[in-house]
Nanobody, 117 residues
Framework: QVQLVESGGGLVQPGGSLRLSCAAS????????LDWYRQAPGKQRELVTF???????HYVDSVKGRFTVSRDNAKKEVYLQMTSLEPEDTAVYYC???????????WGQGTQVTVSS
């Protein structure tokens, strides 16, 4: 059974930092691209960043220079280090694993990030 479990969300003040983690089980982790998405209230889910199995990375413009994605293939974990957080970053953050040969994808349950003073 495949599971993706996010953790690390919470309430943080503007300008603060959080580190999200996503632990995978039931998949050959290195066969997957790992994505972070977020969904703010009343808005569509949007791709924030992804990291390929050997480290190629993409960021959406709004988080460039503030967020850093990384992965540990041995631990089957992907991370999202978020700094200089803004109220506009408030959302539920989801990790997604996408098979590199198109053999399906999996989502985590999400973790809430709230940026507020």
């Amino acid at each position: 059974q495949v599971q993706l479990v996010e953790s690390g969300g919470g309430l943080v003040q503007p300008g603060g930092s959080l580190r999200l983690s996503c632990a995978a089980s039931g998949i050959i982790f290195s066969d997957y691209r790992l994505d972070w998405y977020r969904q703010a209230p009343g808005k569509q889910r949007e791709l924030v960043t992804f990291i390929m199995r050997y480290g190629s990375i993409h960021y959406v413009d709004s988080v460039k220079g503030r967020f850093t994605v990384s992965r540990d293939n041995a631990k089957k974990e992907v991370y999202l280090q978020m700094t200089s957080l803004e109220p506009e970053d408030t959302a539920v953050y989801y990790c997604r694993a996408v098979h590199i040969a198109g053999r399906g994808d999996y989502w985590g349950q999400g973790t809430q990030v709230t940026v507020s003073s």
